[in-house]
Nanobody, 114 residues
Framework: QVHLVETGGGLVQAGGSLKLSCEVSGRTFSRLGWFRQAPGREREFVANATGGSYPFYAEFVKGRFTISGTKNRVYLQMNDLKPEDTAVYYC????????????WGQGTQVTVSS
């Protein structure tokens, strides 16, 4: 059975940093990604990596967030956090042949105070 477990969320002041971690068990995946959902908003893509390489970012986090990891662990280093980054952050996994992310973690809350 596949499990994704995120850790590392918390409360931080604007301009601060947090590092999120996601551990995947049950199998390995070619692509791991991070998404987020703020209150009253739809879930949105943040970043992904393929085989721990080839990072790809949403425009609004470029230069501030860095994704890294392997096929069963992924990290999201978040620097220069802004209040608008406040959201629940989810780790997600998909096989290269899958058109969608098939597995999701339970989410970790990130709150950035102004």
């Amino acid at each position: 059975q596949v499990h994704l477990v995120e850790t590392g969320g918390g409360l931080v002041q604007a301009g601060g940093s947090l590092k999120l971690s996601c551990e995947v068990s049950g199998r390995t995946f070619s692509r791991l990604g991070w998404f987020r959902q703020a209150p009253g908003r739809e879930r949105e893509f943040v970043a992904n990596a393929t085989g721990g390489s080839y990072p790809f970012y949403a425009e609004f986090v470029k230069g501030r967030f860095t994704i890294s990891g392997t096929k069963n662990r992924v990290y999201l280093q978040m620097n220069d956090l802004k209040p608008e980054d406040t959201a629940v952050y989810y780790c997600a996994a998909r096989a290269l042949t899958s058109p969608t992310y098939d597995y999701w973690g339970q989410g970790t809350q990130v709150t950035v105070s102004s």
